[in-house]
């Protein structure tokens, strides 16, 4: 079993700020003098996350899976030891209605609820562009 207490400092990467579920939870796991630093910076590219995240030992994050895999891609060529995590959420409904603002239309409100933090061991996204054959008249 890991020792979890020994990570002692983190960094938030989102947009979003920490709940606190979320922070109790981390703290449970990681012990309650664990440092959270929040970035709120958008990024662009996997090196732009290596580089704010350097001296950090735990990373969490909310990206989009092209630079979840970036991200990988740099921690395996420069041996990077973070330890990278994310949020798992639930979706449960509130009882309300709400009006959705594309269509128009009355539907049922939603919300999202922490559940539990998974540690992102690995990441390789196979992924190919989609490519649309012009029509020539």
Known sequence: MEDY??????LWLSRHFLTKDQKD???RIFGEDLIIDHCSQQ???GQEVFFLAQGYELLGIVLPTYLINEVFEIKKKNNWKVQIIYSVAARHETGKMILNP???QA???FAFSHVRW???VDMQAVTKKLK???VIE
């Not at 207490?5 to 983190?10: G, V």
């Open 5 to 10: 207490k020994k990570i002692k400092k983190m």
């Open 107 to 109: 539907e049922k409100e």
């Open 25 to 27: 939870e981390l703290r």
């Open 43 to 45: 990024v662009l590219t």
């Open 118 to 120: 998974e540690e992102l």
């Open 132 to 134: 649309k054959e012009k």
């Open 102 to 104: 594309a269509n128009g």
